[in-house]
């Protein structure tokens, strides 16, 4: 029998698995991936990390091996305007480190987090099987026995779901989610340019919604672009010159002439917030728990919070001999994870609905904010130090801490 099942072999899937076996190497951890096992390498996307969640990753020994691939976030420049608009008027800017040596985030391809997380699981002996699906489980009282596609069944004290935002497994719980649609769809792409970035990130509020010009290493960026739905579906199967044109738009000129690189695709957005993140030997993580707007780029960060503290809630009750799928025990990773995902939920929600506008007044009010914000340096650093997580209260694995 199993002490914790993972479903889901994505980065927090896998992240939470290591956590877990690093501290606790008594334990049998085992994760299940629904795709086949090379499709990983084939995401061609790339994700915000913040401090925080880099502290965690040097923990589980596996940032060294993401750095690399890394690029450092050196500063961030939002806008406010129209595409139309011959000039971008700069409202507010981000600049510094969270402390000496640490910039408030980097920029990291998902192959390479994969990868490290991938051998850091190896090495730790935890068994990863690809191509089968959950299709049930019953909570016998003691122990959880999960059934999958391949005709397979396994006992586990503790089902951890990853399996993203339609999460199977919290369908089959029973957990209800409040979920709304935005209407509007974020296209992933990335480009090179003449000029470097010089580890710039800019996120420019269009009326269609947020433009995100992301620095990734070497003189390439990763966009993620903000459009109406049915605007975003038209644009992802234009040909090149129809694209690159729109996006040059959207771009500007500062770092020369784009071209994309790789393939572009577009996902829809929206809000989904699971109603609870545990039940009886079963607890949500990531996307399975919260899916949210990334107009703020915190939704994978939200995903490392979540590995960090239920693999603290995990080991500590281990160590204490208590049953670590029992709901009791699950009710602290409940609680320490909820309000700050409820808060990052309407946040985000909040934004993005006061930018994806061409409303004048509203405009004009927002700008106003802005302009305050960046005149005051203290609470701009309240913003910096909230952006990247730091916390002198928060799980030990995002302070740099062994569990």
């Known amino acids: 029998m199993l002490d914790m099942l993972v479903v889901g072999g994505g980065y927090v899937g896998l992240a ?11 334990l049998a951890v085992e994760v299940v991936e629904a795709a086949p096992e090379h499709v990983w390498q084939k995401d061609e996307r790339a994700s915000a990390i913040i401090a925080a969640a880099t502290r965690m990753l040097e923990v589980l020994g596996v940032w060294n091996e993401i750095l690399p691939d890394a690029q450092p976030i050196n500063r961030m420049i939002v806008t406010d305007s129209r595409t139309s608009d011959p000039v971008r008027p700069v409202f507010l800017t981000f600049d510094g480190e969270v402390e000496e040596g640490r ?7 998902n192959v390479s987090m994969v990868r490290a997380l991938r051998g850091a699981a190896e090495r730790l002996g935890i068994t990863i099987r690809h191509g089968i699906r959950a299709t049930g489980f019953t909570n016998t009282g003691s122990q959880c026995q999960v059934s999958f596609s391949d005709g397979s069944t396994t006992q586990t004290r503790l089902l951890v779901a990853c399996d993203g935002v339609r999460s199977k497994l919290r369908d089959m719980a029973g957990i209800k989610t409040v979920t709304w649609e935005y209407g509007q769809s974020g296209i992933v792409a990335t480009v090179s340019h003449e000029r470097p970035h010089q580890g710039v990130a800019e996120e420019h509020f269009l009326p269609s919604g947020p433009f995100a010009i992301l620095p990734l290493t070497g003189s390439r960026s990763s966009l993620v672009w903000t459009e109406r739905t049915a605007d975003a579906d038209r644009l992802v199967e234009s040909d090149d010159l129809v694209f690159e044109d729109e996006l040059q738009r959207r771009f500007g000129h ?6 994309v690189v790789g393939g572009r695709k577009a996902f829809p957005l929206g809000l989904t917030l699971a109603r609870s993140f545990v039940a009886p030997r079963l607890a949500l993580a990531g996307d399975a728990a919260h899916g949210i707007h990334p107009i703020s780029g915190q939704g994978l960060n939200l995903g490392f919070k979540d590995v960090a503290a239920l693999a603290q809630t995990v080991v500590e009750a281990d160590r204490l001999g208590l049953d670590i799928g029992a709901l009791d025990v699950l009710e602290r990773y409940q609680t320490w994870r909820r309000f700050d995902t409820f808060r990052m939920g309407v946040t985000t929600d909040v934004l993005n609905r006061l930018f994806s506008n061409d409303n004048t007044p509203l405009r004009v009010a927002r700008d106003f904010g802005l302009g305050i914000v960046e005149r005051m340096p203290k609470l701009k650093n309240f913003f910096i130090d909230q952006a990247a997580g730091k916390s002198s209260e928060g799980p030990s694995l995002l302070r740099g801490e062994a569990i």
């Open 254 to 259: 500062k770092l020369g002439e784009i071209q």
């Open 16 to 26: 939470a698995a290591v956590a877990v076996k690093q501290a606790a190497p008594h």
């Open 103 to 109: 910039p408030f985030a980097h920029m990291v391809p």
